[in-house]
């Protein structure tokens, strides 16, 4: 059964650092990766989609890379602001979900970037 | 933002009494989900639809039905509802389910409490 798993759980950090979050999966039958974000109280939004085939993608402040063979997904955030405090989602598309987006989640990393 | 827009956002009610809640998009996206988020558990997948009049269960489909009379709605109904289905249930929609793409945009959420 596949698991995603995220490490660590919550992360304070202060303004201007460079982070790494964490996003490990148990079985690397997968079609693809995706990394979201979810404000409080709202819904997920989508912030990077790395194929099965891909090392890594890119936007902005942002760097996921991906390790099929391993089972891991890191998250990139360089030189973090006040205004990515949120909480972090990572969630794999198994192969065995067939033709659909049936995604698996991780529980999520709670981030806040103080000034 | 996709066009998603969940009813209602916030809904009280007691064990054993039946709950509607409804998904509309204006994206004309062929695929419809429902997960649930609780904590510590991430998200977990409902029902999903792949088409009017087509859907299917997901990980945690018992207590739950769903249909898909139109492109743009997609209901998940609650028959007696109970207090472990206390959670925020979450809407998505993909245009596809290519690899590559079949990206997944979520609603902002419906929160329901059974007590």
């Known amino acids: 059964k596949q698991e995603v798993t995220q490490i660590p759980a919550a992360l304070s950090v202060p303004e201007g650092e460079n982070l790494v979050l964490n996003c490990s999966f148990t079985?690397?039958?997968?079609?693809?990766l995706q990394w979201f974000r979810q404000d409080p109280g709202k819904g997920l939004t989508s912030l990077l989609l790395?194929?099965?085939?891909?090392r890594e993608q890119t936007s902005g402040r942002l760097n996921a890379s991906l390790d099929k063979s391993s089972g891991r997904s890191t998250l990139y955030i360089a030189a973090s602001q006040p205004g990515d405090s949120a909480t972090y989602l990572c969630?794999?598309?198994?192969?065995?979900?067939?033709?659909?987006?049936?995604?698996?989640f991780g529980a999520g990393t709670r981030l806040a970037v103080h000034p | 933002d996709a066009g998603i827009t969940q009813s209602p956002r916030h809904k009280v009610t007691e064990t054993g009494t039946p709950v509607t809640l409804r998904c509309h998009q204006t994206e004309n996206h062929r695929y419809m989900y429902w997960y649930r988020q609780d904590p510590g558990h991430g998200l977990r997948l409902i029902h999903y639809?792949?088409?009017?009049?087509?859907?299917d269960k997901g990980e945690v489909s018992d207590g739950y039905s769903v249909s898909r009379s139109k492109t743009e709605d997609f209901l998940l109904t609650l028959e007696s509802a109970t207090s472990s289905q206390t959670s925020v249930y979450f809407c998505a929609i993909s245009e596809s389910v290519r690899e590559n793409t079949g990206e997944l945009f979520f609603g902002e959420g419906s929160r329901l409490t059974v007590l």
């Open positions: 079985d690397s039958a997968i079609y693809n």
């Open positions: 639809s792949y088409g009017v009049k087509d859907t």
């Open positions: 969630a794999v598309r198994p192969t065995f979900s067939g033709g659909y987006n049936k995604l698996i």
């Open positions: 790395i194929q099965s085939s891909q």
